[in-house]
């Protein structure tokens, strides 16, 4: 798992009004939260696992992602270590048995596979269960929003 941090800021952003378009004159305010460096820390994460791929018996790396800013790390790893099989797994879910989202092009050109989607049986047994409990420290627990 690679992860990055979150920026936090106050903003502004037009008013939604049904029926009008976005002015930037009537605007509200709000939370901008904002994911910083997320994706270089895993393009970098990558293209490093690919250059000790002899070193570590890699054959494959499969990212789990839709972000087409991964495009360019993508074709990075298929120019430079050709014999590294490439997928892609879309973290999308099927509304009535149909995708929702096209596969990105960028992402969808540079790999040898591609699944466009997770089922929800995927994900439900993925999931931690809902309290977690630490030595030393009190329990993690599911929020119920969640």
């Not at 509200?28 to 293209?47: C, S």
Request: glycine residues 6%; proline residues 7%.
């Amino acid at each position: 798992m690679t992860q990055g941090r979150h920026r936090l800021a106050r903003g502004y952003a037009p008013r939604y009004m049904e029926g009008q378009e976005a002015s930037r004159r009537n605007q509200v305010a709000i939370w901008q939260l904002e994911e910083k460096e997320t994706d270089v820390n895993i393009a970098l994460g990558m293209y490093r696992t690919a250059c000790r791929s002899d070193q570590l018996k890699i054959e494959q790396i499969v990212l789990v992602s839709g972000d087409t800013d991964l495009g360019p790390a993508l074709a990075a790893i298929r120019q430079d270590f050709p014999n590294i099989r490439l997928g892609v797994i879309l973290p999308h879910r099927l509304e009535d048995k149909e995708l929702v989202r096209n596969p990105p092009g960028s992402l969808k050109k540079h790999v040898d596979w591609l699944r466009t989607y997770i089922t929800d049986d995927e994900l439900s047994v993925c999931q931690l269960p809902v309290k977690v409990p630490l030595v030393r420290k009190p329990a993690i627990v599911k929020p119920d929003y969640w």
